[in-house]
């Protein structure tokens, strides 16, 4: 993140100290609005630690025009949505919990039953999520990634399956770490 996402660590950082310069906007002042797929994305990008995702719905706030939160979700089946991302470019007091009331009446107006979502416990332990009166479920354990060159990719990349096509050298009798670890792949 460091490397890739400098500005997006230092926001976080400053967040977490509760040192955070941003404008303050306050969620109630600001309009509900369903911003494009891209428009989306790039705000991902400029705002998120994690960037971009794939997601199917979209919901954003803006304030004197201009977008400064939103919530993404991810369709899994026809009943269940996840949550995959919140971000903002200022410090939204209520933004979360005003963009959550609105995505989950749409949401459950298309007969969703269930929102789920994941708290990357790296960053925060959380806390916005049981605030807003959300359900602790399970925590999972801790998994590993790979580094390609200087960049950690998802192990969901590389499953066995793909290796053949992925690796310069590929062996059918090794396990996926074995032909990762024989192309000098690290986890």
């Known amino acids: 993140e460091w490397v890739y996402r400098k500005d997006q660590v230092k926001s976080k950082i400053r967040s977490i100290l509760g040192v955070d310069n941003r404008n303050v906007v306050y969620a109630r002042k600001c309009n509900h609005f369903k911003p494009p797929k891209t428009t989306s994305m790039e705000f991902l990008e400029l705002n998120h630690i994690q960037g971009g995702t794939s997601f199917s719905m979209s919901f954003g706030l803006s304030f004197n025009g201009e977008m400064v939160a939103l919530m993404t979700f991810k369709k899994r089946t026809d009943d269940v949505y996840e949550l995959t991302r919140y971000a ?6 209520g933004g979360f919990t005003r963009l959550f009331s609105r995505a989950k009446g749409e949401l459950l107006g298309i007969g969703v039953k269930r929102i789920v979502s994941f708290a990357d416990l790296r960053y925060s332990e959380g806390d916005l ?4 009166g959300w359900t602790h479920e399970y925590n999972t354990q801790p998994d590993y990634q790979y580094v390609i060159g200087d960049k950690r990719v998802r192990k969901q990349n590389y499953r066995r399956s793909a290796l053949a096509r992925k690796l310069e050298n590929f062996d059918e009798s090794l396990s996926e770490k074995e032909n990762m670890e024989m192309n000098g792949i690290s986890r």
């Not at 903002?88 to 007091?93: E, G, I, Q, Y």
């Not at 999520?129 to 807003?132: A, E």
């Open 129 to 132: 999520y049981s605030s807003c």
């Open 88 to 93: 903002t470019s200022a410090r939204v007091v």
